[in-house]
C-alpha cells in the first residue's frame, strides 16, 4: 500500500515568489492536513482538508491557501515567500474519523 | 506557555536501557494522544495512538496517558541503536484534524 506522497521533495524559491506544494494521500483516506515544521517552532499545524472542504485552520496569515481535490489529493501554497516561510511541509492523510494520522516525507521549502 | 510541553533532551542511553519520554499538557479538552518517531530527512512515523487515560503496550513500546495529572510517557524498553531518532508527542481535541505538537525529544542510544 502506497504512503502519503509529497511532491517535490526539494524547492528553493525567491523571496516574493509564490509557491504550490503538492500531496497525494493514501488511498481511501479523505482527510488531509498540512503541518510546517521549523527548528525554533516545531511542528505547526496550517489547515485540514476533509471531502475537498477546509474543516480547520492554524494560526498562519493568508499567504499561506490550500485545496482539495475529488480525488483527495491536496495543494497548499503560499504567495509573496518571506525568508521565515522555509521549513520542511509535511501532509498527513487519515481515513476519517477517530482515526490516526500518516505523515508523507514533506517538501522542503528554502526562500532566498 | 505552550499547549505542550516536552524537553527537548538530547537524551543519551547506553543499548539495552529503559528510555522514558514525557510530556506534559495544559488544555483539558484534549482527547486522542500519539506518539511519532521521527528520522533525520524523514517525515514522522507513528509508534502509538491511544484515546482517553490508561496504558498501551505494543512491543518494546508503552505508552501511558494520566489525564488527572495532564500528562503522557512512552516507555522504551531493550533500546537500539536504531532507535535513536527524534520522538514528538502529539494531541489532539476530538477529531478535528489539528494536532498540537510538542517540542520533540531527540534520543541517542548508543552500542
Known amino acids: 500500500k502506497a504512503g502519503v506522497t509529497q511532491t517535490p521533495r526539494y524547492l528553493i524559491k525567491t523571496r516574493g515568489q509564490q509557491v504550490t506544494l503538492s500531496c497525494s494521500p493514501i488511498s481511501g483516506h479523505r482527510s488531509v492536513s498540512w503541518y510546517q515544521q521549523t527548528p525554533g517552532q516545531g511542528l505547526q499545524f496550517l489547515f485540514e482538508?476533509?471531502?475537498?472542504?477546509?474543516?480547520n485552520k492554524g494560526n498562519f496569515p493568508g499567504r499561506f491557501s490550500g485545496r482539495q481535490f475529488s480525488n483527495s489529493r491536496s495543494e497548499m501554497n503560499v504567495s509573496t515567500l518571506e525568508l521565515g516561510d522555509s521549513a520542511l511541509y509535511l501532509c498527513a492523510s487519515s481515513p476519517g474519523q477517530g482515526t490516526s494520522y500518516t505523515f508523507g516525507s514533506g517538501t522542503r521549502l528554502t526562500v532566498v | 506557555q505552550k499547549e505542550v510541553e516536552q524537553d527537548p533532551g538530547p537524551l543519551s542511553v547506553p543499548e539495552g536501557a529503559i528510555v522514558s519520554l514525557n510530556c506534559t499538557y495544559s488544555n483539558s479538552a484534549f482527547q486522542y494522544f500519539m506518539w511519532y518517531r521521527q528520522y533525520s530527512r524523514k517525515g514522522p512515523e507513528l509508534l502509538m495512538y491511544?484515546?482517553?487515560?490508561g496504558n498501551k503496550e505494543d512491543g518494546r513500546f508503552t505508552a501511558q496517558v494520566d489525564k488527572s495529572s495532564k500528562y503522557i510517557s512512552l516507555f522504551i524498553r531493550d533500546s537500539q541503536p536504531s532507535d535513536s531518532a527524534t520522538y514528538l508527542c502529539a494531541m489532539s481535541v476530538g477529531n478535528t484534524g489539528k494536532l498540537i505538537f510538542g517540542q520533540g525529544t531527540t534520543l541517542q542510544v548508543k552500542p
Open positions: 482538508y476533509f471531502s475537498e472542504t477546509q474543516r
Open positions: 491511544t484515546y482517553s487515560s
